[in-house]
């Protein structure tokens, strides 16, 4: 059973940072690609940034220059790093894997980010 938790999230003042975790289990990580998707209340869930099993990465232009997306295969974990942090990047922040090539996905419960003063 493919279980994925968040952890990290919060509620951090604008220009702070934050570090988000997710820990998968159930399943053999390396191959997945991971992602980090958010959703803010009243709209639609939307894609942060993604790391290929390659570790490629692909971001949303909202995020580029602030948060960095990456992995630790032996620790089958994904880590999102949140600098100059936003207003509007508050949102719960989902975690995703998925293994395109057997049509496998499995999603977080997610973390919820606010960033207030």
């Known amino acids: 059973q493919v279980q994925l938790v968040e952890s990290g999230g919060g509620l951090v003042q604008p220009e702070g940072s934050l570090r988000l975790s997710c820990a998968a289990s159930g399943i053999i990580f390396s191959p997945y690609a991971m992602g980090w998707y958010r959703q803010a209340p009243g709209k639609q869930r939307e894609l942060v940034a993604t790391i290929t099993d390659g570790g490629r990465t692909n971001y949303a232009d909202s995020v580029k220059g602030r948060f960095t997306i990456s992995r630790d295969n032996a620790k089958n974990t994904v880590y999102l790093q949140m600098n100059s942090l936003k207003p509007e990047d508050t949102a719960v922040y989902y975690c995703?894997?998925?293994?395109?090539?057997?049509?496998?996905?499995?999603w977080g419960q997610g973390t919820q980010v606010t960033v207030s003063s």
């Open positions: 995703n894997a998925l293994l395109a090539r057997w049509g496998l996905q499995s």
